[in-house]
């Protein structure tokens, strides 16, 4: 985030929020918010779709009409966790009375700030139903250690409800009610709202039940860094904890968004929420009803964004798309002839602005799919058909000292396969000089040079020929490929800082 002293966390059951910046989940010891499912059995009363009203003085606006129609259909989630969160508390109440007097308030207040609000090992979230048969959506770190689940509903009843299936990396969830039944449900929008539009946004709030915010969207796309697949709402209607998996809906009354995130000094609103897109809502709560879980589409690659550093060292004269850093073997990619330094720039047909819209893309298909990827190789456009696969069950190296160096980049290195850990191809780095600007683009020790300006490499001296061999073609920037225990990725220095 662009605030140096901000910091994201999770408002979880037993985690204290930061004081510094941050963007914090919703949970309240015990409260969250939901989204919803676009499900109409044929049965059901859903609530009518509604318009701002105009209340008896002229040119007075209110909410009070939408609010009527959809507060109904939000309910209340309280989770029984599976273990309480003072089980992993680092000081039990005997633990404090063996600590000097001078110091046991300390220790109490850091205790008493990884504990739940509500001390019975309950955490406390929003939700709201998506059809009358009693499907309601909340976020994943609402229930994802529940040991069992009710809601509240509007009208004051408990119910009892199952978790039916959970997404992690969308932070969506699905939940029966396995009581009762014709309960009031809302819809899920088909059109995204523009930045700008009125939303009122309905929750839990610090477990007070029924509270309704508005205001505005503020962005959209965003990205909060929590998974690949971030593409948030930015509202600036007032979100606290307890409000998560709750919905923010548009003026009609259908839900635009899940609220699941707060960007905040200490845990309070200050007008910076997030909302996961009703249309992704759609998507896996379709398959968290059907499957229980998130079957996404795999293409076998690791990709990265695209720079303008990047795409000048690769001869491109644009920076959209997404790199592949590398296509696993056996992979789908590896199938279809994709490699790395390939940069995708569109799938069946429709542009690729980034590493994130690829993902999301390809996330968003089943496995079997078939699809046309359109991508550039050594600056030409090229297509291939891939049909995905399914994502895989959730690689090192290490590097010791050697005698040849690389002065032209800063680096000590030596052959990957005279160096323990370092594997069988490429160049070890031994060590980097901080000022240079290889250590300025993220090299470090331990890395494995495999390939430079395009070229794979086995030596330093092969490194060094590489160097000199793109200083004559003119490349305004030198791309490195370098494998790491996190992956492969490229790394573009600009020639004229090369030594």
């Not at 009031?184 to 309704?212: K, M």
């Not at 390809?362 to 699809?371: E, F, K, M, R």
Request: glycine fraction near 12%; charged fraction near 20%.
């Amino acid at each position: 985030m662009s605030d140096q002293n901000s910091v994201r966390t999770r408002a979880r059951a037993g985690r204290a929020l930061a004081s510094v910046a941050a963007v914090a989940f919703l949970v309240t010891g015990g409260v969250g918010t939901a989204a919803l499912r676009s499900s109409t059995p044929a049965f059901a009363q859903s609530t009518s779709p509604a318009s701002p009203a105009v209340n008896d003085n002229p040119g007075a606006f209110s909410f009070a009409d939408v609010i009527g129609k959809v507060k109904p259909s939000v309910v209340a989630v309280r989770v029984r966790l599976e273990s309480t969160a003072s089980d992993n508390l680092p000081f039990s109440s005997r633990d404090l009375d063996q600590i000097p007097p001078q110091l046991r308030n300390l220790f109490r207040f850091f205790d008493e700030n990884r504990r739940p609000q509500s001390h019975s090992g309950q955490v406390l979230g929003s939700g709201f139903f998506i059809s009358a048969d009693g499907y309601v959506v909340t976020n994943n770190h609402v229930v994802e250690h529940a040991g069992s689940v009710q809601v509240t509903t509007d009208d004051g009843r408990t119910l009892p409800a199952k978790v039916i299936g959970t997404d992690p990396k969308t932070d969506l969830a699905l939940l029966k009610v396995t009581e009762g039944g014709n309960f009031p449900f809302v819809h899920l929008a088909t059109s995204e709202p523009r930045v700008g539009d009125w939303v009122v946004a309905i929750g839990n709030p610090f477990g007070l039940g029924g509270t309704v915010t508005a205001g505005i969207v503020s962005a959209r796309g965003r990205d909060i860094g929590e998974s690949q697949y971030d593409d948030f709402l930015q509202i600036d209607a007032p979100i606290n904890k307890g409000n998560s998996g709750g919905p923010t809906f548009n003026l009609a009354g259908e839900v635009v968004g899940v609220n699941t995130a707060i960007y905040s000094p200490s845990g309070g609103s200050v007008g910076l929420a997030f909302a996961i897109p009703s249309d992704t809502v759609q998507s896996i709560v379709a398959q968290l009803e059907k499957d229980g879980k998130v079957i996404r589409g795999y293409l076998g690659v690791q990709i990265q964004p695209l720079t303008k550093d990047l795409a000048e060292g690769l001869g491109l004269s644009s920076d959209k798309g997404a790199l592949i850093d590398r296509a696993e073997d056996g992979t789908p990619a590896a199938d279809a002839g994709l490699k790395a330094g390939d940069v995708i720039t569109a799938v069946n047909g429709e542009a690729i602005a980034n590493a994130r819209e690829l993902s999301r893309k390809i996330a968003a298909l089943t496995p079997g799919t078939s699809v046309q990827l359109t991508y550039l190789r050594q600056g030409r456009a090229q297509t291939s058909n891939v049909r995905l696969g399914s994502v895989p069950d959730e690689k090192t190296a290490s590097a010791q000292t050697q005698p040849e160096s690389g002065p032209q980049l800063g680096l000590r290195l030596a052959p990957a396969s005279s160096v323990p850990g370092a594997g069988d191809e490429g160049v070890a780095v031994l060590n980097v000089d901080p000022s240079s600007a290889a250590a300025a683009k993220g090299v470090q020790e331990g890395d494995v040079i495999l390939e430079v300006a395009g070229q794979a490499v086995a030596t330093p001296a092969d490194v060094r020929a590489d160097v000199q061999r793109a200083r004559k073609e003119g490349k305004k920037a030198l791309l490195l490929r370098i494998k790491n225990k996190d992956g492969t990725r490229f790394v573009a220095i600009g020639m004229a800082a090369i030594g």
